[in-house]
């Protein structure tokens, strides 16, 4: 009997991962199509308010990779895993060097030499653990991520082009104020800068009620930011 409820639970701490995950991935791309970065139609909801068009392609790309053995579906995930850590130490080195003035909620209190040497234990051993993967995992990886390469720009193509309908961005990242984000208070102006300057955005731009974010109806709302200025 133990034996049995132990498979019992292992088969439901599956299946419960399984739809978390699917979900987790459905919804990721709900956002993106929200900020303008997929096309409109993965904004669709179902009447229960799920993304449906995310949902099918999120489980199109879980049978994508079914035909795969246990053992070379992890492979595969340890590689893709390898790769976006690759791409985070190199985001994280540009913009340590290329945008030194930034500023940043935090900083890591080491010039630019002394975080290349930080990482070069983890960037050695993350190349070494893609090193030993098959060769028919590479190329599949190599393959996702040229496909990636190719639709980036084919989709900025299409909003250029008007062949898709996409939802607007509402966020600029080329802000020239470049606030800082821990809602610090400026001296000059005793004012909270980032949460007015997000509420400011969004009254400025206010999304449509296709691409508008879903919230969850137990959330409160925000207090009145500029009666607080006032007061101040």
């Given at each position: 009997p133990l034996q049995l409820w132990l498979l019992a639970g292992a088969v439901c701490s599956n299946v419960g991962q399984f739809e978390?995950?699917?979900?987790?991935?459905?919804?990721q791309l709900l956002g993106m199509a929200e900020r303008g970065l997929l096309p409109k139609c993965?904004?669709?909801?179902?009447r229960h308010g799920t993304p449906t068009l995310a949902i099918f392609f999120s489980a199109l790309g879980i049978c994508c990779v079914a035909w795969r053995g246990f053992s070379g579906i992890v492979e595969m995930l340890n590689f893709l895993y390898c790769v976006a850590s690759l791409l985070e130490f190199a985001a994280y080195l540009h913009l340590r060097y290329a945008h030194d003035d930034l500023e940043r909620p935090f900083r890591v209190p080491l010039p630019f030499w002394g975080l290349v040497l930080m990482l070069a234990f983890p960037i050695t051993m993350t190349c070494a653990v893609m090193a030993v993967a098959e060769w028919e995992i590479i190329l599949v990886t190599l393959g996702v991520i040229l496909?990636?390469?190719v639709l980036q720009p084919g989709l900025e193509l299409c909003k250029r082009r008007g062949w898709m309908e996409f939802c607007e961005s509402r966020f600029d990242a080329s802000d020239d104020e470049r606030r800082p984000l821990n809602g610090s208070v400026?001296?000059?102006n005793e004012r909270v800068h980032h949460p007015r300057h997000v509420s400011l955005i969004l009254s400025s731009n206010p999304p449509s009620p296709a691409c508008a974010p879903s919230v969850s109806p137990n959330l409160r709302p925000?207090?009145?930011?500029?009666?607080?200025?006032?007061?101040a």
């Open positions: 978390a995950e699917m979900c987790s991935d459905s919804f993965f904004t669709r909801r179902s496909t990636g390469c400026d001296s000059q925000l207090p009145n930011l500029s009666i607080l200025e006032d007061s």
